[in-house]
C-alpha cells in the first residue's frame, strides 16, 4: 500500500518535470498562463496526495515499531508490564466521580466560533497607529505582529523528542503535540513521563483523538471525549482545548492501517468537536483570509510543503505580508508526523531558519494560544472609555467564555509626543506587561490585558 503511494507520487512529480519543462517553448501568454494555472492545480493536488501518505506512513511507523517491540523477547516484559504500579481502587470504593464537564457554548460566552463561510468576521488591515493621544487599538496578533504562526506535531512519535526539544532550545519558541492517548503509557517507549516533560518544557499537549479514530468499538463522541479526560488525569496542568481531526474532517483513512473501519461512528463530526474544543486543526491547507478562518477546522500544510514556493499562494509563508494577497496577515499552521530521515530533519531546520529571519514579523506560538487569541480578537470591543489629563481606562469584552479564553490581547494606545517616560498598565488593580514602540517619531505604549478581566487603567 504505502509503496504504492510512493510510486504515484514520483509519478505525478514525473508528470510535474514534463510540464515544466513544456513551459520553456515560449508559449502564447493564454497557453502560458493556462499552463501555470494547471502546475498550480498539479502542485496542489500532490501536497493533498502527499498530506495523505505523511499521515497513513506516520500509522504504519507506529504500527511497525509496536510490532518490533513486541518481537523483541527482552523487551516484551517492559512493553506489556507499566514499570510502577498504577494506583488502584480501595477495596470497599464503589464510587464514581465524573471528570469535569466542559462549558456549555452560548452567547457571550461561545467555546468556539461558527464558521463565518465567506462573510468576513473583520476588516484586514496593516498595522494600526492611532491618530491621537489616548486613541487606542487591538492588535490583529499578539505582539503587535503581522502575522502568526503554529508548528504541531501529530502521533506520538516520542523517539523525534530530542530533534523538537533542540529545535525549541535553539530558536525559543514551543510547539504543539496532538495525542493519540490509548497509545500512551503501555510501554517505556510511549509514557505519560514523556508528555509531562513536553508540558514542563512549556509546549502544548493536546488531542488527536482516543484511538485516531482506529477502534471499531469506539465512537466519535468517546474518540473526542474521553482522549480528553485521560490526557488532563494523566498528566500534571494539562488543558486539553483543542484537537486535531484524526485523518482530518473528512476522514480520509486512504493508505492507513485503519481503512477498513469506514463506519460512520468511526468518523469525525464536526459537531461533536464543537461542544468540547475551542478550535480543531485539518490536515490539509490552502492559506485563508484571518477574517475567515473556520476555528473548527483550521488548514494546516503538512510537513510545511511549499513553504517557500512562490509559485504555491496555498503555502508560500511570505505571502502573510504581502496586503494584495488573500493571505495577508493570516495564521499560518503546519503539522509534522515522523521525522525519519535526515532530509525530513533537515527540511524542518529550513522552515525554522526562515521563520527566525521574519521573527520581528511573526507571533510564533502554540496552536491552542493562537486559537484564543484569534477568537477573542475577532470578538472584542472596548467600552466605557474615560480619560483624564494622563490616564485612560476603559473595559474589553469579548464574546469568547471566560473559564476557557485567557489569552492577553495586545494593546496599543498613542502617548503624548512630550512623554515623560512613565507608564503603567493596570487590570483589575493589578499590574499587566507594557512597553513602548515608535513608528514616525511618535510613541505608543503596547501592553496586554485579558478581556472580561475588569477595568483597565493605562497611566502614563
Ligand atoms: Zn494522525
Sequence with gaps: MINLKHGSLQISLLALALSLSACHDQPTSQTQATQTQTLAQTLEAEDQQAALYDQADSLWYLENERAKRLASSESAQDTLIPSTPMPKREVGDYSFTSPPVPPVSKPGQLLNLPDPGNTARFTVKGLQWPTNVGDLSISMWAKDKIAAFSLTIDD???QDHAFWYEMSEQYGWKWTWFLIANQIGWSSADHWGHWQKALDSGHEVQSHGQTHLCDALFYTFREYRQSQVEIERNLANAK??????????NTD???SPCEPLTSDR?????AEAAKYFLAVRDVYGALNNPAKIDYLKVPSVSSSRNFLNPQ?????????FNPASTNYRTWYVVHYHNLPTEAAKNDV?????HLQEVEAKVWIAPFTQVAQYGQEYATAQMSNIQRT????????????NDAWFDQPLTLKMRLPDAWNGSLSVQQNARARPAR????????YALFEVVPDRGLVTVAY
Excluded: C
Design 389 to 400: 489629563a494622563n490616564t485612560v481606562s476603559f473595559q474589553l469584552k469579548d464574546q469568547m
Design 240 to 249: 486539553v482545548r483543542t484537537l486535531a481531526y484524526p485523518f482530518g474532517i
Design 436 to 443: 513602548t514602540v515608535v513608528n514616525e517619531g511618535k510613541v
Design 349 to 353: 531546520r529550513q522552515v525554522l531558519a
Design 156 to 158: 506520538n512519535h516520542v
Design 253 to 255: 483513512k486512504r493508505g
Design 312 to 320: 504555491a499562494p496555498w503555502a508560500y509563508f511570505d505571502s502573510v
Design 266 to 270: 468511526t468518523k469525525n463530526s464536526r
